[in-house]
Every structure is written in C-alpha cells, then in structure tokens.
C-alpha cells in the first residue's frame, strides 16, 4: 500500500512541462508514462511507455486501433458503425499527445500521464472523438468572443469489499463502505479517510484544483468537488479524477462504483454540470440590473437548454442503469424545467454576483462522459443564443408534481430523441449522431437479450 500523501501548499499546481519531465526522466524519478486517450465511455484507454522512449519520440505521436471509438462497456465489437468495423480491417487512429495536459501521477510510482488528441491518418481530429467533439463547441464559442468555464460534482460509492471479490460473488450481496446516510456526516467520513484523503491529497499534487471531498445521501456514498476552469480542463480534470478513485480504492482493498443506481431502494449517483458563459475576464451571464442577476445571454443560453434537453438526454443518460435514477423525490430531477436554487427541477440557478451567477444542469448521472454532456449542452446553449429564445418564468414549488416537460424515460426514448435532432446533426455533424446513436442501440441489444434475475424470481412459478 502506499503511504498518506501530504498536500502542497499552493494554491493550484501547473501541468508537468516537457522539460521538467525530461529532467525526471533522466535523474531516474520518472520511468512510466501513460500516453492515453478518452473513449466513448469516458475511460483512460492507451499504453504504458518507458519514460525514455517516450520523450525520444514517442511524444509526438503513437497509434491505437480504431476500434476504441466504436465499442461498449466490455470492448466488444458491435456492428454497425460507420467510421470501422470488420468490413474494413479495423484500422489505426493516431494518438497525438496534447503536453499540455502532462501531469504526475502521484499514487503510481515513477509514472506521468498525457491525455491525446485522436487524429486520422491525414491529421484531422476524429470527428466522434469526445476530446474532439467538446473542442468543436468551444470553437463555436470563441468564434463568438467567449468561453466557457465549467465545474462537474463526482458522486460515487464505496464498497467494503474489493473489485475483484465482488466480481467472484456474481455482483450479489453488495456492502457500502459504511452503514447509514452519511450526508455531510463528518464523523461517518473520517471512517473512510484511508480512501478519500489520499484521493484529495494526490489529485492535488497531481495539478487538480481539488475543493472538497464529503458523504453523500446514502451509505457508501461520497462526493468529490473540483473548482471550476476552463470547460477542456474541467472534462479532463474529471476523467482523470474518476480514473483516480478506482485505482486508490483499489490500492486500499475496497471497489469505488459510478453505476448511476446500484440498487433500487438505494438513492443514485449523479454528476451535475455546472456552467457559465466569460468574456474578457467577466463572466457575461451576470447582469446586476435584472432581479435574479441573468444576462439577456443567460436567459437565451437557458432556454436552449430547456428547448433541447430531451435531444441531448443520451449524452447525459447513455445506458439502460442511467435511467433508474429519474425518480420522484429523489433529488434527481424528472422534467426539464428551471428554478431558482430548487434541487427538484432539471436545470438550476445559483450562486450569486459576478463571478458565481451560473446554471447548474443536474441531469446527468455518475456516468457522464463529461466531453460528450458538455458538448451536447455547449451546443443547445449555443442554439438559444442564436436562435434568440426566451426563457419561460421559474418553476416555483415541487417539480415532480407535474408532468409537462418531463425528461426521456428510457434509453430507446432517448435515442430517438437524438436520432430526430436538426440541432445536433448541424452542431456536432450527422456521423458523429448517428455514431453515438448506434452506441445507444448497441446498449440496448445487449440488454434485450439477457435473462435479468428479476424475470425468473417473477414468473419461474408464477407464470
């Protein structure tokens, strides 16, 4: 096991720079580098270098199979995506590092971690890449002289056992970490400290602007909070804090799990995506002279989101697990409606004055490839703002009493949802809808075609 990591003193540590890494390569504290790319799934897929190949050339370019863009949760290879597939020899991608976002990985001995752009063999981006896609929608934005920052809240639970035995058990029988609701419980938390302190501390050391760590509303349930930045950082920040918690649990014996709903009387596990629009140092979504301090922007930028949400709904919900979480007084919402610091509608306001005025999105579940839902939100903002749309009033009272406005139910709804949208196949391109489209079916087919637990204990008698 590896020894309680203590944190640096400043504020916010830079990326590693290529040079610093050719120093540590050299005086031997660095042997490992990570080359990575985001897939589909939000995950760090790529290979380990030897630190000494890799800046001898290696930090350039390296190749991965294309087939990383067009699988599932267990790397099988569906049919039916147009980019690859059987049919045409499941080619290479290049994987180009961006040295930008080079950083140790304190928790990993000797290791540093490079997270890649995905390129074609001509050197353009890979349309349906997820890095490539979120980049896309910034473009749009700053051909519009703003950007913007973005901060995303990591729920997850801890579970006593390990992977690898609550693998061997069938996935039966799960133990939280901890036995009752631990929400802001400071002395149920200190009991899971072995975990969560050195996720806070490493993350930190490894450049992170990590906030907090505290218990969610159940047992075994936590979140991570990470301050906000620039919305690429902020998707990266996340895949690697995410990537952190599973192997840190690992190291400390014990499994750390994004399924959004693991059990159905056990609240689910969310991502929020908090977002605001900046120019020239301001954010531009505040305006002191309107009574709850929205810009005109705001509002056109809300009402987009209101007006498509049920479009991007997959890049938020992407699985069959996703949409258990939609249940009334749940605290996870059921209609795409907006109010003022409510946590019972789909899109909130909060924080207040210049800096903090910002839309927190609260649909998204722990699952979120967070370059995908940016994306998809970037591009419906982007079309209120556009299309010059008005923002209805605020919801005021209890959201899950009504029934307009309601959010996709299930992923097949959600899928055509995204399949029917003018506004993503002009925002994000036809290949890229019909890409994830398809990765939505693909879920779906494998989910029809098992025999669940649920069906024999129901009807092995009884029918």
Partial sequence: MHSQPHAR?????????????????????????????VDMQGRLMGKRFHAGHFINGAYKETHCCNYLLATDLEMSTPSGYASTGWEAGYGDYVMAPDLNTLRPMPWLEGTVMVLCDVLDHHGAPVPHSPRAMLKAQLARLEQMGLTAMMATELEFFLFQPSFDAIRKSGYRDLEPISGYNEDYNIFQTTKEEHVMRPLRNHLWNAGLPIECTKGE?????????????????TADYHSIAKHAIKEIAWQQGHAASFLPKWHKDRVGSSSHVHQSLWKDGENVFFDKADDLGMSSMMKSYMAGMLKYAPDFTYFLAPYINSYKRFKKASFAPTRTVWSVDNRTVGFRLCGEGTKAVRVECRVGGSDINPYLAMAAQLAAGIAGMEEGLELPPPFEGDAYSGDEGMIPVNLRDARAALLGSDMLRAALGDDVVDHYARAAEVEIEGFEAVVTDYEIARGFERC
């Fill in 217 to 233: 509303a159940e047992c075994g349930q936590e979140e991570l909070n990470i301050k906000y930045a620039a919305a690429l950082d």
């Fill in 9 to 37: 003193t400043h504020s916010q540590i830079p990326a590693l720079s290529f040079d610093d890494l050719k120093k540590q390569v050299n005086d031997g504290s660095v042997d490992t580098v990570l080359v990575c790319l």
